[in-house]
């Protein structure tokens, strides 16, 4: 006598809904409650900070800028080429 997957797929639906869970409310509290201790964290920058970020960001963003740019002149160069060679060959 087997019962298959519907009683193993009972018995999992049944410790599931057994478990305890945390609301997203609670978490909400949790989190707001939290405290850093003495090290409290500092949210202002100094304008030379910001600056340092600012740069690096921009510097960043240009070097990912190029390699896409360079990834789609390769991969035009290549349909190009391959469209030419099968041109060719009719």
Request: net charge positive; proline share 1%; glycine share 4%.
């Amino acid at each position: 006598m087997s019962f298959g997957g519907a009683v193993s797929a009972m018995v999992t639906s049944l410790k599931n809904n057994k478990r305890s869970r945390v609301s997203t409310f609670e978490k909400l509290k949790d989190y707001k409650n939290i405290d850093y201790g003495e090290g409290k964290i500092d949210k202002k920058a100094t304008p030379e900070q910001l600056k340092a970020i600012r740069e690096k960001l921009q510097k960043e963003n240009r070097k990912k800028r190029i390699i896409t740019i360079v990834y789609f002149v390769v991969s035009f160069a290549i349909i190009i080429l391959l469209l030419n060679i099968i041109k060719f060959k009719q």
